[in-house]
């Protein structure tokens, strides 16, 4: 006999990241579902969820950062749920060598300018509203991975140098905030239908597809529903683990 189980997550308080659109839209449209209070925060132009908030806040700015997270405390009295979505795209090869000459390179600003918002943000936003969380007796932090952090891919040292590094803080604040009641856990998507591939060429994007068992691009909605149910009570066991959310692609690759 099965027992339903309650998500847990009804009035609670969450932060999501990159928020006006695509994977962090539909997060927090999700979370507003089950009856949270969301901040939604990005750099562009966004709208808030009901009974919600929009912030904008750069993630990688520490006074930013500490900023929204005084204004979400001061609006709800506490912060049960961060979502670290935000990240931007800089591709680059580390090299581009052919015929005996060096045709170009990734430059400094290709690759610091995304690890400053993939990997510094989740760094700043954390220390920011883990305090929080230990005042409210626990919590729980989503990081946004990727399955190139897992197996690499072609032109993108830079978004795979951080999305690896966001599953190697993962599992360093899984054991250091579990002693807090802080559950820490990461999701690494495949290819989701966001605007970061809509303007690939179709025969890209099949491609894609043709490499991913399950015989689809993800939608953001099915991100968000993993990130949901990390956070609710139906997953209050599980904490330092990576969630991939790929349809297979790893496995077909």
Known sequence: MFVMIETGLRDKVVIVTGAAGGIGKATAQRFAEEGCQVASWDMKDGEAEENGIFQKVDVSDAESVEAAVQRVAEHW???????????????????????????????????????????????????????????????????????????????????????????????????????????????????????????????????????????RIGQPEDIANAYVWLASDAASFVTGTVLSVDGGVVTGT
């Open 77 to 215: 009295g506490a912060v049960n749920v961060l979502v670290n979505n935000a990240g931007i795209l800089r591709d680059g090869q580390i090299i581009k060598y052919k015929e005996g000459t060096l045709l170009g390179s990734m430059s400094d600003e290709q690759f610091d300018s995304v690890i400053a918002v993939n990997l510094k943000g989740v760094f700043v936003c954390t220390r920011a509203v883990a305090p929080r969380m230990i005042q409210a007796g626990g919590g729980v932090i989503l990081n946004a991975s990727s399955v190139v952090g897992l197996y690499g891919n072609f032109g993108q040292t830079n978004y795979v140098a951080s999305k690896s590094g966001v599953i190697g803080m993962t599992h360093v604040w899984a054991r250091e905030l579990g002693r807090f009641k802080i559950r820490v856990n990461a999701v690494a998507p495949g290819f989701i239908n966001t605007e970061m591939i809509q303007g690939m060429p179709e025969k890209i994007k099949q491609a894609m597809v043709d490499h991913t068992p399950i015989g």
